[in-house]
């Protein structure tokens, strides 16, 4: 036996360790297997990079504005206004991501992965700016710190779900698919 040859296992773990890394249940290789497999060779890879950034990004958005509202990290959050002391509201900087995400994605047919992802991520990362404002623009009032204003947590909760629905029925049913269950089973959750 030379320094470079593995001794066999015996059982099971002999048989899975013989596979190629690409076949061998909770190994990196078998989810990037997996991920082309069944999220890029469906073409639903930029669904999945919406709900991504667009749950990320509520994330970062709430974590920002509560550091200005509880005056934490002073040096690096604060408000954005004009010189003429208006405030300018993340909805503004949100719709603009939409308007160019839109733009670009209907006048451009981008056959480039780089170029349609860069869109959903625009697009997933605008849309939480927007909708994270959403009782700004049902009540046409600055309610965000008000009870009034948990009406855009429910509006992105709304569209969280329907997102990560959509991302679930890329592979059909998730307790069922193999996806899902390599996800699981590198993560010890599943037998």
């Not at 959903?120 to 049902?138: C, H, K, M, P, R």
């Not at 997102?163 to 037998?191: A, C, K, M, N």
Request: glycine fraction near 10%; hydrophobic fraction near 45%.
């Amino acid at each position: 036996m030379t320094g470079r040859e593995q001794p066999v296992r015996p059982g099971r773990w002999g048989e899975l360790a013989a596979l190629p890394a690409h076949l061998r249940p909770g190994t990196p290789q078998r989810l990037a297997h997996l991920y082309r497999e069944h999220v890029m060779k469906q073409c639903r890879e930029e669904r999945l990079i919406i709900a991504t950034s667009f749950l990320v990004m509520f994330g970062i958005v709430r974590f920002i504005t509560t550091s200005i509202k509880d005056h934490r990290f002073t040096w690096l959050f604060h408000n954005v206004g004009s010189s003429g002391g208006t405030h300018i509201h993340h909805l503004v900087f949100g719709i603009f991501g939409l308007l160019i995400a839109g733009y670009i994605g209907a006048a451009f047919t981008n056959d480039r992965p780089w170029g349609r992802r860069a869109v959903a991520i625009l697009y997933g990362v605008s849309a939480a700016l927007t909708l994270d404002e959403f009782a700004l623009w049902l009540t046409l009032r600055d309610v965000y710190w008000t009870p009034d204003g948990e009406k855009s947590v429910y509006a992105v909760m709304a569209v969280g779900a329907i997102v990560t629905i959509g991302v679930i029925t890329l592979v059909g049913d998730p307790l069922r698919s193999e996806y899902y269950r390599q996800i699981l089973r590198s993560l010890s959750l599943h037998p």
